[in-house]
């Protein structure tokens, strides 16, 4: 028994002594505390910037704050509000490490509508610091694609979509260079 307590008290001495775990898990960088949890509700309230040039004439801000995962727009005389918006898919979210950083970011699907027939899919980088997302970089993906999946794999995202009136589906490879999204 005295061997055991023994033992155990030097397991802990040396685990604190090290300021890192003992049983796995990442170190932290920040005295000894893990990263605030990346979740999706952290997405879906987070800053992120407008990159689809086409609706330039409609959505004159670059930047928005989703709330709840959608910022609505000003509406055009008699245009209904869920037509003028950009949402966050929450069927589409990706966690995974980005900036070989050690935590997980994200990638995510924001739809930005302005009218039925003008919605269009944007792919974006968040990165983690510390549990707060900040937009690193995004990408247009085409006028009325529709997402199937989206993965972070390698420390890449991959988007697989299908062009309006095909069948056929296609898989696009992008890495995050700086504040930049370059598809390979």
Excluded at 8 to 30: D, E, K, T, Y
Excluded at 118 to 125: A, D, G, H, Q
Excluded at 152 to 164: A, C, Q, S
Aim: aromatic share 8%; charged share 20%; net charge negative.
């Amino acid at each position: 028994m005295k061997k055991n307590v023994l033992l155990l008290s030097l397991v802990a001495l040396a685990a604190f002594g090290c300021n890192r775990p003992i049983f796995g898990g990442q170190q932290s960088n920040s005295g000894g505390t893990a990263p605030a949890p990346f979740t999706l509700e952290t997405l879906k309230n987070a800053d992120y910037h407008f990159v689809v040039k086409e609706l330039a004439d409609v959505y004159p801000k670059d930047s928005l704050k989703l709330t709840n995962g959608l910022y609505y727009f000003a509406l055009p005389q008699g245009a209904a509000r869920d037509e003028y918006l950009t949402k966050l898919d929450d069927q589409h979210v990706a966690f995974g490490d980005l900036n070989n950083d050690g935590h997980d970011d994200a990638a995510v699907i924001l739809t930005s509508m302005a009218g039925k027939d003008r919605v269009y899919p944007v792919l974006s980088v968040m990165l983690n610091q510390n549990g707060s997302a900040e937009f690193a970089a995004g990408a247009e993906l085409g006028q009325g694609v529709k997402i199937n999946t989206l993965g972070i794999k390698d420390g890449k995202v991959e988007v697989v979509e299908t062009l309006p009136g095909s069948n056929d589906s296609k898989t696009l490879v992008y890495r995050l260079d700086g504040s930049q999204l370059v598809q390979e």
